[in-house]
């Protein structure tokens, strides 16, 4: 018997990186799995990658109707939703001098727009069973980082919302929590490495020498933590964001 069994997961943004990591941890302990992305060919390679019953979905997070369609396609081919993972996420990282509007709205739109839509659609059947887990996915960059003043205020963002809709949904079943991750080695991460010019192995040493473990963060790191918060055994944690760091912002 797995913590997940009967249970129905959506998870955004799942198709690479952290969120096919947690989707892994899902599948593994019986959960059926709705994998969300906006490149649905990847959403769908993704999902027959996973050991149990799974399905692709692409959808663009912000757009509403896009979200309506999922959530209709989770529901007719899954059987029903019973947690919501809000991953889906982009940088566009620059000095505030050099950002873009575009830069803005588009961290905006996926980040927290994306997880206000999501979660919308959710909580209607959350609330109509009586019963729900939404983990959000923040960020260690929520406390500022230079040249993330998009990025940062949006992972800021999720926190409250977290905190609100914990307020909100906890007299209907429903949990809603947040992790904010540290560094995690994923594409997104070995990108920034190639951007600053350094070689991935030497980019993620230099970031595992900032935390107390010494090691650098991988998927199933954040895996392990949403999938605890969206269990049962999580019952009575709600409003809660957990920082995955390695310590590091006890060093910072």
């Known amino acids: ?14 198709a690479r990186g952290i969120g096919f990591g947690t989707a892994q941890r899902f599948s593994a302990e019986g959960a059926k ?6 490149d649905e060919a990847a959403a769908a390679e993704a999902a ?11 959808c663009d997070v912000s757009d509403a109707a896009a979200v309506e369609r999922a959530f209709e396609r989770v529901v007719a081919e899954l059987g029903g939703v019973h947690v919501l993972v ?8 620059n000095l505030l001098f050099k950002m873009t509007e575009t830069d803005w709205d588009l ?15 959710a909580q209607k059947h959350f ?14 960059s929520a406390w500022g980082n230079r040249g993330q003043a998009n990025y940062s205020a949006a992972k800021m963002g999720i926190q409250g919302f977290t905190r609100t809709l914990a307020i909100e949904l906890g007299p209907f079943g429903v949990n809603v929590n947040a992790v904010a991750p ?7 991460t070995d990108a920034t490495a190639a951007r600053l010019g350094l070689g991935v192995e030497e980019f993620r040493e230099l970031n595992a020498q900032n935390n107390p473990v010494r090691r650098v963060g991988f998927p199933e790191d954040i895996a392990a933590a949403v999938t605890f918060l969206a ?5 009575y944690v709600t409003g809660q964001t957990l920082t995955v760091d390695g310590g590091a912002k006890l060093v910072s």
């Open 1 to 14: 018997m797995g913590r997940f069994d009967g249970r129905v997961v959506v998870i955004t943004g799942a």
């Open 231 to 235: 269990s049962d055994e999580a019952s």
């Open 127 to 140: 609330v109509e069973q009586k019963y729900g887990k939404v983990v959000n996915l923040s960020s260690v």
């Open 48 to 58: 027959d990658r996973l050991e149990g019953e799974a399905v692709g979905i692409g």
């Open 182 to 188: 540290g560094f995690i080695a994923t594409e997104m």
């Open 33 to 38: 799995v709705a994998i969300i992305d906006l």
């Open 107 to 121: 961290v905006m739109n996926v980040h927290l727009k994306g997880a206000f839509l999501m979660t919308k659609a």
């Open 86 to 93: 809000n991953n889906a996420g982009i940088t566009r990282d």
